[in-house]
């Protein structure tokens, strides 16, 4: 907790009122960098007004000065990429180990790349916990496209395929997929790239969002299912937008009950510790499927850090609670001062 109650900066998100009442005896100050995509998404003027009344301010990291030259901060938030950001975030964290990062460096990166991404979910084993989750098949393809289908045949892929490139990194062209029905269409594809089988999941995608210990579930419309007979009559190469970031959402849709139905809670929460455990994150978000036809086998496509939370229900509420735990936790674990 701030005790001095003393800002150097200038940029306060919020009004001229915030400004003033920060400078006197501020709770918490998340100090950000974001994009301004992110930021425009992230820090709507609802969730600041709610935030501020919590006693959360949100400061501005002025990007063309030293990091370590401005605070004072009880939380750094940032979603930005490069080895020069990473280098600036590493060294305050060195000199300001009482500051709470989100998240560290090396654990976001993991999260660029989608052969490591997946990786904690195959090694996972959730099978007593109401459900069974696992990852698609899949095949990385760094060089040479014209080796493709060779390398999808000897590795005993199905039909089709989904193709998404390998690196993560924040643009648009990292979230190109493509759908692969015939073996003759995938040389065309840009390696390098990742390939999944594609699961029928009845056309709906959950979206789960993790922010600490709070886990939210939001369906969203996905892919239709593939019969035997579409495949045997399609062929070529098709590009489809980023299906999980879709605008409409399917949770007020009358859907068949047996495809809606969310994963079971319990099967959430240990998956969710799991991930947090291993992956070192407190906020990101799991795209999961269900296997169409089952009830409980699931499967995670992909997980992204720090997503599109101003999507998220209630999301004011959640990310204010999870802040103000944050540094209460660390001021209990604070040693008590003997006088």
Not at 144 to 164: C, D, F, H, Q, R
Not at 165 to 193: C, M, N, R, W
Not at 196 to 214: P, S
Request: a negative charge.
């Amino acid at each position: 907790m701030r005790s001095n109650g003393e800002i150097s900066h200038r940029h306060v998100e919020g009004d001229e009122e915030a400004e003033n009442e920060v400078c006197s005896s501020p709770k918490v100050v998340v100090g950000y960098a974001l994009t301004s995509k992110k930021k425009k998404s992230f820090l709507q003027p609802k969730f600041l007004s709610f935030a501020r009344n919590k006693g959360i301010f949100f400061v501005a990291i002025d990007l063309n000065k030293p990091l370590l030259e401005q605070g004072p901060f009880d939380v750094v938030l940032h979603k930005l990429s490069g080895k020069e950001w990473r280098e600036v975030i590493e060294e305050f964290r060195e000199k300001h180990p009482e500051v709470t990062i989100l998240d560290p460096p090396e654990a976001i990166q993991r999260l660029h790349n989608r052969q490591s991404m997946l990786q904690d979910v195959a090694d996972l084993n959730l099978s007593d916990c109401y459900g069974k989750v696992g990852v698609p098949r899949q095949l990385v393809v760094t060089k040479n496209p014209s080796t493709i289908p060779y390398e999808v045949t000897k590795a005993g892929m199905k039909l089709p395929l989904v193709a998404k490139p390998l690196v993560v990194d924040g643009t648009a062209k990292s979230h190109e997929l493509f759908l692969a029905y015939d073996e003759f269409s995938l040389s065309e594809l840009e390696p390098p790239i990742v390939l999944q089988e594609f699961v029928n999941h009845g056309g709906l995608l959950f979206k789960i969002y993790i922010v600490g210990e709070t886990i939210k579930v939001v369906r969203r419309f996905s892919l239709p299912n593939i019969s035997e007979h579409e495949l045997s009559k399609v062929d070529g190469l098709f590009r489809f937008p980023r299906v999980s970031c879709a605008a409409a959402s399917a949770d007020e849709a009358d859907l068949d009950p047996n495809i809606a139905e969310h994963p079971p809670r319990s099967l959430l929460e240990k998956l969710a510790g799991e991930l947090r455990l291993r992956l070192g994150l407190h906020l990101f978000n799991i795209d999961m499927i269900r296997e169409h036809g089952t009830k409980d086998v699931f499967y995670v496509i992909d997980i992204n850090y720090f997503p599109g939370y101003g999507k998220m229900p209630d999301y004011e509420h959640v990310f204010t609670d999870f802040l103000l735990s944050l540094v209460q936790n660390k001021f209990k674990k604070k040693p008590a001062v003997a006088f």
